[in-house]
Nanobody
Framework: QVQLVESGGGLVQAGGSLSLSCAAS????????MGWFRQAPGKERELVAT???????NYADSVKGRFTISRSNAKNTVYLQMNSLKPWDTAVYYC????????????WGKGTLVTVSS
């Protein structure tokens, strides 16, 4: 099993910045793609950004140019630097990873709340 623990959420004014991090732990053989999703009140969970084990990144159009995803394979950690935050970025942000243990499956963190005030 793999456990994901997020940190770094909070309250920020529009135009500000926040950094999220998520550390994976457990008996995994290999972590493949890691990433962030978010879910705003009354909306479905949506992709924010992903990063593969060879650092190929993918971003939602709504965050391109403002958010940057990165990872440390040595620390099994994924990061999300969020700049120029907008009120509509307010959501619970969930860490995600695809990992190989005795099988291949997806794992999710419990989420961290990001609130952007106008």
């Amino acid at each position: 099993q793999v456990q994901l623990v997020e940190s770094g959420g909070g309250l920020v004014q529009a135009g500000g910045s926040l950094s999220l991090s998520c550390a994976a732990s457990g008996s995994m053989l290999r972590i493949n793609t890691m990433g962030w999703f978010r879910q705003a009140p009354g909306k479905e969970r949506e992709l924010v950004a992903t990063i593969t084990s060879d650092d190929t990144t993918n971003y939602a159009d709504s965050v391109k140019g403002r958010f940057t995803i990165s990872r440390s394979n040595a620390k099994n950690t994924v990061y999300l630097q969020m700049n120029s935050l907008k009120p509509w970025d307010t959501a619970v942000y969930y860490c995600y990873c695809n990992a190989d243990t005795y099988t291949n499956r997806n794992y999710w963190g419990k989420g961290t709340l990001v609130t952007v005030s106008s």
